[in-house]
């Protein structure tokens, strides 16, 4: 793609943000800081932005960070509107996770020892939840929130010198990615499905919200997630174990870095309960299994709600595109200086966030672009190669001698 073509892009985005900052030298603050989000700069921190910015000192970036009048929830919509436009479709997934900001000391706004799935042990940094909107287009972050541990929110001194808000409570990880569905389904983003890892699926509010709204979902569970029947309760895992060895079928949800990331899977449709009118539920809830085919112990477990008449296909290419959101934390990460930020304060590091959400929007509507103009759709987020063995790709959840109308619909709940 040329030079000028990105150059247009850019500063339409940049033109599109502008009207939220009221002043014209906050606007050319904004403007000098994303670029250099962008720019080829070693450590995205602020004396290395301003030098790429030209400017003698980052006290003017620092400003845009820590002082100035702008709203950064304002800036986190038009990126929403953004990728909507660039990135959109009807089909479109919305992916929940969670990343640790690796920080020292105290006093950064929600940091405390505590578990970074980023590093894979407990660290002393910040934690925020983050929703990314995935399509067959491509794929960008569109919302986040810092997670605040209640050694914060139950110190109301230390919140004040972190500029928290007064009423910032505390609220768990699920509950924040509850805020994050709900916005973004105020938002123009065009999402038909939800997925996010067993921190969350595991949660029967979390599922139930996303039902309510009329999506479908796709969430990982542990394999002691408990299913609920008319007969009993059992564990996911106790029911995938029932499945005959033909309702495994090879298919992919996907491709990675080293191609199509093939599994064996089982899925199995829960019985329906009409409305009190009679009429049929415009979806349905689904138990779901995924199998290692070199390591066939090595099974990951799933809860699923699908629009009715879907066929297991759906639900797998939903499975499989929860990976877009690890794909956008390093590049936003590696190109954006996501994590690179020296704020300590609340508002501040909500600032940094979104402006960095910004300048990766950009970089994955040209990508998106860029795989346009060349015929091949690089973020695809790929079909799955089935060859079904019956009409559905299904197996008959149940065991012998009991019916499989026995497992109602409620799970874990």
Same mark, same amino acid.
């Given at each position: 793609m040329r030079p000028d073509v990105w150059g247009r892009e850019l500063e339409e985005v940049l033109l599109r943000v502008g009207r939220r900052f009221g002043r014209a030298d906050l606007r050319r603050r904004m403007r000098d800081y994303v670029r250099?989000?962008?720019? @080829?700069?070693?450590?995205k921190n602020s004396w290395q932005l301003a030098e790429h910015a030209g400017h003698s000192t980052p006290h003017g970036l620092q400003n845009l960070l820590n002082r100035a009048r702008w709203d950064a929830d304002a800036v986190r919509d038009d990126v929403q509107a953004y990728v909507a436009e660039r990135l959109g479709e009807d089909d479109g997934v919305l992916v929940i996770d969670e990343t640790g900001f690796?920080?020292?000391? /105290?006093?950064?706004?929600?940091?405390?020892?505590?578990?970074?799935?980023?590093?894979?042990?407990?660290?002393?940094?910040?934690?925020?939840?983050?929703?990314?909107?995935?399509?067959?287009?491509?794929?960008?972050?569109?919302?986040?929130?810092?997670y605040l541990p209640k050694s914060w929110t139950s110190d109301r001194e230390r919140c004040?010198?972190?500029?928290?808000?007064?009423?910032?409570?505390?609220?768990?990880?699920?509950e924040l990615a509850?805020?994050?569905?709900?916005?973004?389904?105020?938002? @123009?983003? @065009?999402?038909?499905?939800?997925? +996010? /890892? +067993?921190?969350?699926?595991q949660d029967w509010h979390f599922r139930r919200m996303v039902e309510e709204a009329g999506l479908g979902y796709v969430v990982a569970v542990p394999k002691s997630q408990q299913v609920k029947s008319l007969a009993g309760c059992w564990r996911i895992d106790q029911l995938v174990g029932d499945a005959p060895d033909d309702a495994w079928e090879r298919?992919?949800?996907?491709?990675?870095?080293?191609?199509?990331?093939?599994?064996?899977?089982?899925?199995?449709?829960?019985?329906?309960?009409?409305?009190? /009118?009679?009429?049929?539920?415009?979806?349905?809830?689904w138990v779901m299994a995924r199998r290692s085919i070199s390591r066939p112990d090595e099974i990951a477990y799933y809860l699923a709600h699908a629009p009715t008449g879907t066929t297991v296909?759906?639900?797998?290419?939903?499975?499989?595109?929860?990976?877009?959101?690890?794909s956008c934390f390093q590049s936003a990460k590696n190109e954006c200086g996501l994590d690179e930020y020296e704020v300590r304060r609340y508002p501040a590091w909500y600032r940094h966030i979104t402006l960095a959400m910004l300048a990766h929007a950009f970089l994955a509507a040209m990508t998106a672009q860029a795989g346009r103009e060349r015929g091949a759709a690089e973020t695809d987020l790929s079909s799955p190669r089935s060859a079904w063995q019956n009409s559905d790709g299904l197996w008959q959840l149940g065991t012998p001698g009991r019916p499989t109308t026995s497992i109602a619909t409620s799970i874990g709940h």
């Open positions: 250099a989000l962008l720019g @080829p700069v070693g450590r690796l920080k020292k000391g /105290d006093t950064s706004a929600g940091v405390q020892r505590q578990y970074s799935g980023t590093a894979g042990r407990t660290e002393n940094c910040q934690v925020a939840v983050f929703a990314a909107y995935a399509s067959s287009r491509g794929r960008a972050l569109v919302d986040r929130e810092l004040r010198a972190a500029k928290v808000p007064d009423g910032r409570g505390f609220a768990t990880k699920t509850r805020i994050l569905v709900a916005r973004a389904l105020a938002s @123009p983003l @065009p999402v038909s499905w939800v997925t +996010a /890892d +067993a921190l969350y699926g298919l992919s949800c996907g491709d990675g870095a080293k191609g199509p990331r093939v599994y064996d899977w089982a899925a199995a449709q829960l019985p329906a309960v009409p409305f009190f /009118d009679g009429d049929e539920p415009s979806h349905r809830r296909d759906q639900p797998v290419k939903v499975a499989g595109s929860r990976w877009a959101i690890e």
